[in-house]
């Protein structure tokens, strides 16, 4: 199992594109924009019931050909590629040492999108995160300052069962957040209910977020890109 910190060793140039300024916040357009995207891609519904972002999300994977890119709301990815974590970067929260946060990373398409069991695949799930000093081009980027409760899993889906949607979403931490306040058995990933996992923890309604798909074919380990 790969360990989220992972992400936080990347290379210098990536974490020096924005490092001249922290990156502007978001339009009410830009937010309206992504909360319609996620209402056109199902995944309020099928994951959450609502979502009124107030920030921007970005994951960025580090590429077997060396390259670190940062993915657009809903874009397909090689399972090869995404199997180490991703870096988190945040465009419209300000830097802080106080402020933590929630992140969880859930598949909503087990065994596949078009027979879904609704099982809800947790890929992770880490508490006291903050939004770092450091910058990647679209944004600050989150660390880590305890370990994960369930640090990251790869992708892997099923051979045939079509792309699959994996969904993160950040959260506020609440004052005297503890992940068992939900009855998760961290051992168990799958059947997890996010909305009743936030409803739980006292968690409210994720402050922004994004997704990627990933897809295995022909019976390979290699993903459609």
């Known amino acids: 199992m790969i360990k989220l910190v992972r992400v936080f060793v990347f290379s210098a140039a990536f974490a020096a594109a924005c490092a ?10 830009e937010l309206e924009i992504i909360a319609e995207k996620f209402e056109a ?21 580090d590429y077997k050909n060396g390259t ?19 870096i988190i970067s945040i465009r419209g929260l300000q830097p802080s040492k106080t402020d933590k946060y929630v992140g969880v990373i859930v598949d909503p398409d087990a065994p596949s999108r078009e027979t879904p069991t609704r099982r809800n695949i947790r890929h992770y799930i880490a508490s006291d995160l903050i939004i770092g000093s450091e910058c990647s081009p679209n944004g600050n980027i989150i660390t880590n300052t305890t370990a994960a409760a369930n640090e990251y ?24 957040f503890d992940v068992s306040f939900s009855d998760v058995d961290l051992s168990v990933i799958a059947g997890f209910n996010l909305s009743a996992f936030a409803e739980k923890t006292g968690l409210g ?12 074919v022909n019976g390979t380990t290699t993903a459609v890109v």
């Open 20 to 29: 001249h300024a922290f990156a502007a916040p978001p339009t009410s357009a």
């Open 68 to 86: 670190i890119t940062a993915l657009a709301p809903g874009a397909r990815i090689g399972r090869n590629d995404s199997q180490i974590a991703p």
């Open 205 to 216: 309604g994720p402050v922004a977020g994004t997704w990627f798909e990933a897809e295995v």
């Open 41 to 61: 891609a199902e995944i309020v519904s099928d994951v959450i019931p609502f979502f009124e972002p107030s920030a921007l999300a970005y994951l960025s994977f």
């Open 153 to 176: 899993r790869g992708p892997n889906p099923p051979a045939g069962s079509g792309p699959h949607r994996y969904v993160f979403f950040l959260y506020r931490q609440p004052e005297g």
